[in-house]
Antibody, heavy 125, light 111 residues
Framework: QVQLQQSGPGLVKPSQTLLLTCAIS??????????WIWIRQSPSRGLEWLGR?????????DYAVSVKGRITINPDTSKNQFSLQLNSVTPEDTAVYYC???????????????WGQGTLVTVSS | QSVLTQPPSVSGAPGQRVTMSCTGS?????????VHWFQQLPGTAPKLLIY???NRPSGVPDRFSGSKSGTSASLAITGLQAEDEADYYC???????????FGTGTQVTVL
């Protein structure tokens, strides 16, 4: 059974950096059949995909246009986890943040099959 | 901000059938990308309900079914039960945004 356990602060000051971690059990962050993603949810923006990291003989990252330039998603193979770093946060970044796993089937099918428990991050001074 | 449009709410009596739509465009659903559906109970993470337009993960009752046509998709719940009260979200991929996109969400109320 796959489990994703999130950790990180619930309060971040404006202009500072948001840092969350997602620890994986039951799978490997280096899996060739998975991608590891971050999503956030807020009343104003709804559910929003932020980016992903995945390993296919080498590491790749993709980021949403809305946060590109401020976001970094890093895998940590020694701890079997991945992290979200979002720089220069503003109150608009206040949201519940989720990590999730995406796996693939057939030639092009995929599914978001496991999610972390969610972390409410408030950006406020 | 959400790219896919859903009705804000639908309701039905126990045992009834309800449906909800998910409307996209030629850069996502209309481009042939799969649609997936999630159920979100209050205070919890979304849970995968339907993947690949019409497939149910193990453990999801067959009361839930999905379909896709053109630039839209639909989720149907037959034999509505009190435990089905939740928010439901559709999700797909958008080629213009080069990323995954979600619907605005539909709140299901069991009368």
């Amino acid at each position: 059974q796959v489990q994703l356990q999130q950790s990180g602060p619930g309060l971040v000051k404006p202009s500072q950096t948001l840092l969350l971690t997602c620890a994986i059990s039951g799978d490997s962050v280096s899996s060739n059949n998975a991608t590891w993603i971050w999503i956030r949810q807020s009343p104003s923006r709804g559910l929003e995909w932020l980016g992903r990291t995945y390993y296919r003989s080498e590491w790749y990252n993709d980021y949403a246009v809305s946060v590109k330039g401020r976001i970094t998603i890093n895998p940590d193979t020694s701890k079997n986890q991945f992290s979200l770093q979002l720089n220069s946060v503003t109150p608009e970044d206040t949201a519940v943040y989720y990590c999730a796993r995406v796996t693939y089937y057939d030639s092009s099918g995929y599914r978001f099959d496991y999610w972390g428990q969610g972390t409410l991050v408030t950006v406020s001074s | 901000q959400s790219v896919l449009t859903q009705p804000p709410s639908v309701s039905g009596a126990p045992g009834q059938r309800v449906t909800m739509s998910c409307t996209g465009s030629s850069s996502n659903i209309g481009a042939g990308f799969d649609v997936h559906w999630f159920q979100q109970l209050p205070g919890t993470a979304p849970k995968l309900l339907i993947y690949g337009n019409s497939n149910r993960p193990s453990g999801v009752p067959d009361r839930f079914s999905g379909s896709k046509s053109g630039t839209s998709a639909s989720l149907a719940i037959t034999g509505l039960q009190a435990e089905d009260e939740a928010d439901y979200y559709c999700q797909s991929f958008d080629i213009s945004l080069s990323g995954y996109v979600f619907g605005t969400g539909t709140q299901v109320t069991v009368l």
